[in-house]
């Protein structure tokens, strides 16, 4: 068996049982015996299955998701860009949800758009993807036009503070009541997803995976820069396209559901080359992907355990590991 | 075998080359030489297909580059820039591997034949023992290796390199140019390089391309030199071109030496 396959085998009982250990934990004290239960339908009692199915299995997906769509987005903006800073909300995406949600929250009230109007049925979920598609679609008609994939980063960063800058005259001009709400949802949070939302934000987020694994080649010619990319056959404007779409699917529904959840993004691509020591993003993709889901569901559990934003949590548990990447990066060889 | 056709290039108003017409056969050397500016980079870009020429066109055995799709082109012409690639993690035989894209599916996954090539390839560029290094840790000289060693994997009739020798110490460019000679004659490439080492250039080349702005010179090596274009062309109040040693001497070379005689 090879070096990769043993990875692959480990890091994906880690997910297993990071995932049963996140789905037996909650504020009502339910045994595994009840849990398995109910998975299995021996149990029947409607109030438990309520709790184990709607409220913990729900987050747990949810946290799972997330990580992936994080951990797969961050490691196309690392490739793409070719830095190691880059994470998934470096072409502004999340400055774009958070405008649509302070729109939703702060500029509709202001504009005096009744909290029962037609513009409250599209969610505080809709008005932040509209807010990260917004910004991406600018970006990426923007990139058309820009042959160097420097000022594309720059675009980004500048649409990011754009939005920040409107987002900060709407919180000027708002109570504090309305300001709560907005910072709520900046926290980030896995737990206001329910079912229902759900079954909205895993078809997204399976069409930008699908998508990813599509560029894969791409992304490895692309590791070698674009011009040389270019000279290998590659069609550059269109990867790069395909590319921002599947980051737009991929992070901008997950920051438009749960709010912007930091580092994840960054630190568990770096996790995955050091454990694969690898480029080949056959092995990388993958491999991030079951890294962020195993590490948002251990960011769950800590969250769930101290009821911390899990926004915290991710950024303490984030930070050390991309210290450490830093630190090894730099040691004399 | 490379074809430029009336091919005129320039940014803005400005014209680098203009009614540029050459013709590489086969298994034929070429270095391309020009001063600082004069528009090399553009005319290898171009010829690469990487950028549209202002005017005429360029063929590639027989097809015109600028109708053909980014795949098809990437099996016709290889090229080497100036970039200096260091990916961490990227083992020297991965990246000779990705030489292979235009003949490999979506996934890039390498078949019987493509491991074939990238094995031949780092045979010929005596890589085997690097193979499984991460190029972080190999010299210049390795990296370019490893570069040229990619491009003959892509399998393609020519191979064009942008200042391949740039970085190079004396005894490694030299290496690298009976290298590319023997890519051109042992192996059947047309092979089109830039360069400012005119000694390695007339040395070891079939024939000499001259930027001589907006003009493009093109005849074999030893015309070249009887032509006067080189010593016109590569001179200012410091240095000249010697046609007999073919080196560029300085001309307080020359002054010292001739004080030392007058005594």
Redesign the interface.
């Known amino acids: 068996m090879g070096r990769n396959a043993g990875l692959f085998i480990g890091l994906g009982a880690a997910v297993v049982a990071l995932f049963a250990a996140d789905l037996l934990t909650g504020d009502s004290a339910l045994g595994a015996e009840t849990v398995w239960g109910v998975l299995t339908g021996s149990v029947t009692d409607e109030t438990t299955r309520a709790i184990v199915l709607s409220i913990r299995m729900v987050r747990v997906v949810v946290a799972a998701t997330v990580g992936v769509a994080l951990a797969v987005s961050g490691l196309q903006m690392q490739t793409v860009f070719r830095n190691p800073l880059a994470d998934p909300y470096l072409l502004g995406v999340s400055s774009g949800a958070g405008l649509g949600v302070a729109f939703f929250i702060l500029g509709a009230p202001l504009l005096g758009w009744g909290a029962y109007g037609a513009w409250q049925s599209v969610g505080l979920a809709g008005a932040g993807w509209i807010g990260a598609a917004g910004v991406l679609v600018l970006v990426a008609v923007l990139s058309r036009r820009v042959k160097n994939i420097l000022g594309v980063l720059i675009m980004g960063v500048m649409l990011g503070y754009v939005a920040g800058a409107l987002i900060q005259i709407m919180q000027y001009l708002n109570s504090a009541e309305q300001l709560k709400l907005y910072f709520l949802w900046s926290m980030g949070s896995l737990g206001h997803v329910t079912a229902a939302k759900l079954w909205v934000m895993g078809p997204v987020v399976g069409a930008g995976l699908v998508l990813a694994v599509y560029t894969i080649k791409a992304l490895n010619l692309l590791l070698l820069g674009e011009n040389y990319a270019r000279t290998m056959g590659l069609n550059v404007r269109r990867a790069r396209t395909q590319i921002f779409v599947s980051t737009a699917l991929l992070t901008g529904t997950v920051t438009a559901f749960c709010g912007p959840v930091g580092f994840m993004g960054l630190a568990a691509p770096h996790v995955a080359r050091m454990l694969f020591r690898e480029a080949d993003h056959r092995v990388l993709l993958p491999g991030s992907a079951l890294l962020g889901a195993a590490a948002m569901l251990l960011c769950d559990l800590v969250a769930k355990a101290w009821t911390l934003p899990v926004n915290c949590v991710t950024a303490l548990l984030g930070i050390p590991v991309i210290i450490w990447v830093i630190f090894k990066n730099i040691r004399p060889s | 075998m490379i074809r430029l056709e009336h091919v005129t290039l320039g940014y803005g108003r400005r014209t680098l080359v203009s009614d540029a017409c050459a013709e590489i056969a086969e298994g034929k050397l070429v270095a391309l030489l020009g001063r600082n500016g004069s528009g090399k980079s553009t005319l290898l870009r171009a010829t690469?297909g990487?950028e549209k020429p202002r005017g005429g066109r360029v063929l590639m055995e027989g097809q015109d580059l600028a109708t053909l799709?980014?795949?098809?082109?990437?099996?016709l012409?290889?090229?080497v820039?100036t970039?200096r690639?260091r990916?961490?993690?990227?083992k020297c035989r991965?990246?000779v591997a990705?030489?292979r894209?235009?003949h490999?599916d979506?996934?890039?996954r390498l078949r019987a034949e493509d491991r074939e090539r990238v094995e031949e390839a780092l045979d010929l560029l005596d890589l085997t023992e690097y193979a499984e290094r991460t190029m972080d840790?190999m010299s210049d000289g390795e990296c370019q290796r490893v570069m040229i060693a990619r491009a003959f994997a892509?399998d393609t009739p020519a191979i064009l390199l942008d200042e391949p020798t740039s970085f190079l110490d004396l005894p490694n460019r030299y290496e690298l140019g009976v290298l590319l000679r023997r890519l051109a004659h042992e192996k059947g490439k047309c092979v089109l390089f830039s360069t400012h080492e005119l000694d390695i250039a007339l040395t070891l080349c079939d024939a000499i391309a001259l930027i001589d702005p907006p003009r493009l010179h093109y005849l074999p090596t030893q015309e070249m030199i009887a032509s006067g274009h080189i010593e016109r062309l590569f001179r200012n109040d410091t240095v000249t071109f010697d046609p007999r040693t073919l080196r560029v001497v300085t001309r307080l070379d020359i002054s010292q030496n001739h004080q030392k005689h007058t005594p």
């Open positions: 690469a990487l799709r980014p795949e098809e082109r990437a099996k012409v290889s090229f820039t970039e690639v990916v961490p993690d990227l991965d990246v990705l030489g894209a235009p490999t979506w996934t890039g840790r892509q």
